[in-house]
């Protein structure tokens, strides 16, 4: 159990894990009691505690990371599954106590789809730098038009009712092409 402390300190989790609670907590402060409606908050909150948790996927020795002993690929997978559960629960937890911001399959949905975008930017731009994929596509999903095409419904999967079916696959397409990129390469230097 102690080499999982070790990797847990290393990758800064307790720092993120502090970022995701009072994110959230502090969103649903301002929530209030009210029901589902704008999707805008709870996917803020997911996106802000997918960026601090991509901050965790490259460790401080980038060479001791390549040439580890261990397999990587196992525990660079479940680092990141776990980080987009971690995600999500919080902001279910958060949810449970007060007002309901979104639906449980939304939260689900676009944690995943959150982490597995973060996880891609880990790969491609390294762990310095994975936080803006996420941004970037949030970003562009606040300010876009009304999807009314199939390519603007994949372009805002995020803000699209759970149950979409655009939506839904964009961010299981994400999640599997990060998740597997990230295990199989690892951090960019």
């Known amino acids: 159990m102690r080499w999982l402390t070790l990797y847990a300190r290393s990758r800064g989790v ?38 601090a948790a991509s901050t965790g996927f490259g460790g401080q020795d980038h060479a001791l990371d390549r040439t580890a002993a261990i397999r990587w690929a196992p525990r660079r997978a479940v680092h990141v599954l776990l980080a987009g559960a971690v995600v999500a629960g919080v902001l279910l937890a958060v949810q ?56 603007m419904r994949v372009a805002t999967w995020m803000l699209l009712p759970a149950g979409t079916p655009a939506a839904t696959w964009t961010a299981l397409a994400l999640t599997a092409a990060g998740t597997t990129a990230y295990a199989l390469t690892g951090t960019r230097r």
């Not at 999707?39 to 802000?48: D, E, G, I, Q, S």
Request: glycine share 14%; hydrophobic share 55%; net charge neutral.
């Open 96 to 151: 449970s106590a007060g007002g309901s911001l979104a639906s449980t399959a939304f939260v689900v949905r676009d944690g995943a789809g959150l982490i597995g975008l973060a996880a891609l930017g880990a790969a491609l731009s390294g762990a310095r730098y994975a936080w803006t994929l996420p941004f970037a596509w949030l970003s562009f999903s606040f300010l876009a038009p009304p999807p009314t095409s199939a390519p």
């Open 14 to 51: 307790p720092a993120a894990l502090a970022a995701v609670v009072v994110g959230s907590v502090a969103v649903g402060a301002l929530a209030g009691g009210e029901g589902p409606g704008d999707p805008r908050l709870p996917v803020l909150v997911l996106a802000a505690g997918a960026m």
